[in-house]
């Protein structure tokens, strides 16, 4: 799991927990180049990055844009619905039920990779970047 940042080419590897956002956020908005965006690996890592960025006195969407990996029903109730990439765990699963079916069969698969094609679920935590910043109160 990580929390990802981009423009930097940074990833703060954690746990998916709120906890692990909240402070992997404040690290990376106390850096010299803060992110303007971040990709979350959970609904929960990136409603703690939101709690960071809110204590900023940053806007969702506008200053900051946080897309979550999971799509967790959650993340669309958040006083600022959370944009997403959802990907089937239930393709996932045949996947690897056909891999597993064919083994035992004594046929493995030549490849063992799979290449998902997740969908965007754009919400209000994702917008242009603003043209000013908005001064940080660290």
């Not at 035992?104 to 698969?109: F, L, M, N, R, T």
């Not at 030549?110 to 940080?136: D, K, M, N, Q, W």
Request: glycine share 8%.
């Amino acid at each position: 799991s990580a929390l990802v940042w981009t423009s930097a080419n940074w990833v703060v590897g954690g746990p998916k927990t709120e906890e692990f956002g909240y402070h992997a956020m404040r690290q990376m908005l106390d850096s010299a180049s803060a992110p303007t965006g971040v990709l979350c690996s959970s609904t929960m890592t990136a409603k703690g990055a939101i709690s960071a960025i809110n204590e900023r006195g940053l806007k969702i969407g506008r200053d900051v844009s946080v897309v979550s990996f999971d799509d967790n029903v959650a993340g669309s109730f958040y006083s600022v619905p959370l944009t997403t990439l959802f990907s089937s765990s239930r393709t996932l699963g045949r996947k690897v039920v056909d891999f597993l079916d064919r083994t035992i069969a004594g046929e493995p698969p030549s490849e063992l990779h799979y290449v998902s094609h997740p969908e965007l679920i754009i919400r209000g935590s994702t917008g242009p970047v603003a043209a000013e910043p908005a001064a940080s109160t660290a």
